[in-house]
C-alpha cells in the first residue's frame, strides 16, 4: 500500500496529510482542497465563520479543509469530517497524527441518509471537489444533503476545480435551492488558487 504524507504549512502549523493511492478518489490531497484549505487559513475568511462555530466537512477525502478548521487559531467548537466508511481509517489518522481529535471528529456520512444524529443545522459546511463527473449520480443526494444540514444562518463554501461540461448539472440542481458566487482569486492565497479552481460562497 503505497503512502506519501504531504507536508501542509499554515498558519504557523504544520500538518502531516497521508494520502493512499489504491483507487480510492478522495485519498490525495487534491488541488482544490489545498486552495480552499488556504482561503480558509487566510485574512480574506472572516474568523467569525468559525471560532466557536460547529463545521461539517462533506467528502472530506484526506481532510486536509476540516483540519485546517480544527487549529486552535482557529477556534472551531466542533468540526465533523465526513465521508464513506473506506475512507474513515485516513481520516482519523489525519486527525490524530496532527492531534487534532479533541476538536474534530471523523463520521461515516452517505449523500442522501438521515442527518439528524448530526444535530443541524450547522455553522459552516465545506465541501472541496466533489463535484467529479464520477459521482454525477450523487448530485441531487449531495444538494439535498446540504439543505438537510443547514439553515438559513449556516454559510456554506464550496470549492470547485473544472474538469467537465456536466458539472453544470450540480450547479443547475443546487441553484434551485441556493444561491451560489464565485469569489474572486483576489480573496484567495497569492499562492494557492488557479484559474480553473473556483471557491463559491453558496446561501
Keep these: 500500500l503505497m503512502s506519501l504524507v504531504r507536508e501542509v504549512e499554515i ?13 480510492e478518489l478522495g485519498a490525495t490531497v487534491w488541488d482544490a482542497a489545498l486552495v480552499l484549505a488556504y482561503y480558509v487559513g487566510s485574512a480574506s475568511f472572516p474568523h467569525s465563520w468559525l471560532h466557536g462555530k460547529r463545521v461539517i466537512e462533506l467528502g472530506a477525502g484526506t481532510g486536509v479543509v476540516g483540519l ?64 467529479a463527473g464520477c459521482y454525477s449520480s450523487d448530485f441531487a443526494h449531495l444538494v439535498q444533503t446540504i439543505w438537510d444540514l443547514s439553515s438559513d444562518a449556516t454559510r456554506i463554501v464550496l470549492s470547485y476545480e473544472l474538469r467537465s461540461k456536466d458539472d453544470v448539472q450540480f450547479f443547475r440542481l443546487l441553484g434551485e435551492r441556493f444561491d451560489y458566487k464565485k469569489l474572486p482569486n483576489s480573496m484567495l492565497d497569492e499562492q494557492y488558487q488557479s484559474e480553473d479552481i473556483g471557491i463559491f460562497e453558496v446561501r
Excluded at 99 to 118: A, I, N, Q, Y
Aim: charged share 20%.
Design 11 to 23: 498558519l504557523n502549523h504544520s500538518l502531516h496529510i497521508a494520502q493512499e493511492f489504491t483507487g
Design 68 to 131: 485546517v478548521c480544527g487549529l486552535p487559531d482557529l477556534g472551531a467548537e466542533r468540526v465533523y469530517l465526513t465521508d464513506l466508511a473506506p475512507m474513515l481509517p485516513l481520516l482519523k489518522h489525519n486527525t490524530e497524527t496532527n492531534k487534532l481529535d479533541k476538536t474534530v471528529v471523523v463520521e461515516e456520512l452517505s449523500w442522501g441518509s438521515d442527518v439528524s444524529r448530526f444535530g443541524p443545522p450547522f455553522d459552516l459546511i465545506l465541501l472541496s471537489d466533489v463535484i
